[in-house]
């Protein structure tokens, strides 16, 4: 008599937990913008330069290159035994950077030459990090997922003014403004994984953190002397728009190890 043959390998399954690294870039959705709010007795403060001149509020923008983004993740996913749905939960940090920093070009109309003076600066990272829910649909080795959840990162922005040569064009006032936060925010996307052995699998996904927050400082503005300005700080305010993130992954996963396959 013939030996049975050997029974079938069990079918794939997304299920197990894992962990894994990444690489890509990151892009600001636009470049955050700075907006002078000036003080009691001045509409704003750039360009200060005589008691009587009152300029208007207004903004000026603060480029921001692409970032490298890297970092790690750690994930469970739940597969039901004959669906295509698979569930998960994943958490993800890593380095991402964005920095920039631009004059200010308004400048006071009486000054004999124009140097800026008034710089903004702008920054988003060096750190990020995510909480996530994951759905898949998943072809055997391949799974399309939508995932959302939280994402948390640091912002910061200052405003310093450290020229009061106005035979060189700068205003004769002083100025020195930051602030720091660190911003709980949501972020949503998607992607694709093909698991190219039981255990490994490439990944290529897209996520949004969405920002749209702005950040306020102010600060008491002297003359070269040490007098103080008067009608109080001058105020600034620093939107931040969201980020464009795109990368890609490799996963090992422990089958078995809280599901098995």
Same mark, same amino acid.
């Given at each position: 008599?013939?030996?049975?043959?050997?029974? !079938?390998?069990?079918?794939?399954?997304?299920?197990?937990?894992?962990?894994?690294?990444?690489?890509?870039?990151?892009?600001?959705?636009?470049?955050?913008?700075?907006?002078?709010?000036?003080?009691?007795?001045?509409?704003?403060?750039?360009?200060?330069?005589? !008691?009587?001149?009152?300029?208007?509020?207004?903004?000026?923008?603060?480029?921001?290159?692409?970032?490298?983004?890297?970092?790690?993740?750690?994930?469970?996913?739940?597969?039901?035994?004959?669906?295509?749905?698979?569930?998960?939960?994943?958490?993800?940090?890593?380095?991402?950077?964005?920095?920039?920093?631009?004059?200010?070009?308004?400048? !006071?109309?009486?000054?004999?030459?124009?140097?800026?003076?008034?710089?903004?600066?702008?920054?988003?990272?060096?750190?990020?990090?995510?909480?996530?829910?994951?759905?898949?649909?998943?072809?055997?080795?391949?799974?399309?997922?939508?995932?959302?959840?939280?994402?948390?990162?640091?912002?910061?922005?200052?405003?310093?003014?450290?020229?009061? !040569?106005?035979?060189?064009?700068?205003?004769?006032?002083?100025?020195?403004?930051?602030?720091?936060?660190?911003?709980?925010?949501?972020?949503?996307?998607?992607?694709?994984?093909?698991?190219?052995?039981?255990?490994?699998?490439?990944?290529?996904?897209?996520?949004?953190?969405?920002?749209?927050?702005?950040?306020?400082?102010?600060?008491?503005?002297?003359?070269?002397?040490?007098?103080?300005?008067?009608?109080?700080?001058?105020?600034?305010?620093?939107?931040?728009?969201?980020?464009?993130?795109?990368?890609?992954?490799?996963?090992?996963?422990?089958?078995?190890?809280?599901?098995?396959?």
């Amino acid at each position: 008599m013939k030996a049975p043959p050997p029974p !079938a390998p069990p079918p794939f399954t997304w299920s197990g937990c894992y962990i894994g690294g990444f690489a890509g870039a990151a892009v600001s959705a636009d470049d955050p913008s700075f907006n002078d709010l000036g003080n009691a007795n001045f509409r704003s403060y750039s360009g200060g330069f005589v !008691a009587g001149r009152l300029e208007n509020p207004h903004a000026w923008g603060v480029s921001h290159d692409t970032s490298f983004i890297g970092g790690g993740t750690l994930g469970c996913n739940w597969q039901t035994p004959g669906s295509p749905f698979v569930l998960g939960i994943e958490g993800e940090g890593g380095y991402l950077s964005h920095d920039g920093s631009a004059f200010d070009p308004l400048r !006071a109309p009486n000054l004999v030459a124009v140097t800026p003076d008034v710089l903004g600066s702008a920054g988003i990272g060096d750190w990020y990090a995510m909480v996530t829910g994951r759905l898949g649909y998943a072809w055997d080795r391949t799974m399309i997922y939508v995932k959302g959840g939280a994402a948390f990162l640091e912002a910061r922005s200052s405003v310093v003014d450290t020229c009061t !040569a106005t035979a060189i064009g700068c205003g004769n006032w002083l100025i020195s403004t930051g602030a720091t936060e660190t911003i709980t925010t949501w972020t949503v996307g998607g992607g694709i994984e093909w698991a190219f052995a039981p255990n490994w699998s490439l990944k290529g996904e897209y996520m949004f953190i969405g920002l749209d927050e702005s950040l306020g400082s102010c600060g008491t503005a002297t003359l070269a002397s040490g007098a103080v300005v008067g009608g109080g700080p001058f105020c600034f305010n620093h939107s931040f728009d969201g980020i464009h993130t795109a990368k890609i992954g490799l996963n090992y996963r422990f089958n078995g190890f809280f599901w098995g396959r």
